[in-house]
């Protein structure tokens, strides 16, 4: 299992676990869609306007991570679909093991 080709998005960083995620807005629900060009696909009913779906989107990770969503920061991308996310005091292994979990790796 540590050998997941899928694991390149999911990262230690300074102070946390960094996440490479991939936004579809205005879906129908919020989920987990798998992986989508090297990161984790989120579908979220937020629109992309004035930072709705950012602010869903951090509101989901933490919910989805069991962590405050101050621990939650999108350091890249705020104007993208494809954006990078600080997890704080979180590691790789422990995020890792949520996602299989819930069955989303």
Known sequence: MGL?????????????TLLDVYLQPRASKNEWAGMHQGC??????????????????VKFLAGAFGVSR??????????????????????PEILRAVLLETGVL
């Open 70 to 91: 101050s621990d939650v920061e999108i350091i890249r991308g705020h104007k993208s679909r494809r954006k990078t996310i600080l997890i704080r005091n979180s590691t």
């Open 4 to 16: 997941m080709k899928s694991g390149s998005f999911l990262r230690a960083g300074e102070g946390g």
């Open 40 to 57: 984790l696909k989120i579908r979220l009913t937020a629109p992309p306007v004035e930072g709705e779906a950012n602010k869903e989107c």
